[in-house]
């Protein structure tokens, strides 16, 4: 079975700084990978996905995320956050089968 | 509808008793399936649908956790005899096709957040 592992808990930022979040996975097969977000009193929602072709996927709000396969890492990036960024993030992770295997999440506080 | 819905969107039980989740996937959506996710965690699988026919059920915790999607749409969780481990948000999520390839994207509900007293 795969694991998802993402490196911060906890991301306090200003407004306009940069957004960089760490996703690694346990598995040697083929995979797909997902981000999803879920805003304060929300539900998640899809950001990006990533199944095949250009490693450098871009999604929705001016989200990215690079899939190097060396380092089974899926890490997601924004150049300049805005308040309304504030959310939990969810790195996931699907490999043979349809089951998605999520990482604990990491909670993004943007400060105005 | 345009997303997936659930109800109740929460629910307190006392220990011991049965409780009863209900999703309505999007119309259309062949793939059904059902996590977990517990406070400051990420949602867990319990258990997946292809239209009425659960393939996989590997992730109930328990045999007091049943599912059923009868006319391969809308699915029920039970949850029998509950205890206070089981307080969580359960989660259900649709997608279009079945079986991880690019068409299956899942679309998650607003969940139910449980809490057993």
């Known amino acids: 079975a795969q694991s998802v592992s993402q490196h911060n808990h906890h991301v306090i930022l200003s407004e306009a700084a940069s957004l960089e979040l760490g996703c690694n996975y346990s598995?040697?097969?083929?995979?797909?990978l997902f981000w999803y977000v879920q805003y304060p009193g929300q539900h998640l929602q899809l950001l990006l996905k990533y199944f095949s072709g250009d490693p450098l996927v871009k999604g929705i709000k001016g989200f990215e995320a690079e899939f190097i396969k060396s380092k089974f890492s899926f890490n997601l990036r924004k150049p300049s956050v805005q308040w309304s960024d504030t959310a939990e993030y969810f790195c996931a992770v699907n490999a043979y089968d349809y089951k998605l295997s999520f990482g604990a999440g990491t909670t993004v506080t943007v400060r105005a | 509808g345009a997303g997936v819905s659930q109800s109740p969107r929460y629910k307190v039980a006392k220990r011991g008793q049965d409780v009863a989740l209900r999703c309505d996937p999007i119309s259309g959506h062949v793939s059904l399936f059902w996590y977990q996710q517990a406070l400051g965690q990420g949602p867990e699988f319990l258990t997946y649908?292809?239209?009425?026919?659960?393939?996989?059920k590997s992730g109930l915790p328990s045999d007091r956790f049943f599912a059923e999607r009868p006319e391969g749409s809308v699915s029920t969780l039970k949850i029998q005899r509950t205890q206070q481990e089981d307080s969580a948000v359960y989660l259900c999520?649709?997608?279009?096709?079945?079986?991880?390839?690019?068409?299956?994207?899942?679309?998650f509900g607003p969940g139910t957040r449980l809490t057993v007293l």
């Open positions: 598995y040697g097969g083929t995979v797909n």
């Open positions: 999520a649709s997608s279009l096709g079945g079986g991880g390839g690019p068409a299956d994207t899942q679309y």
């Open positions: 649908f292809q239209n009425e026919a659960q393939l996989d």
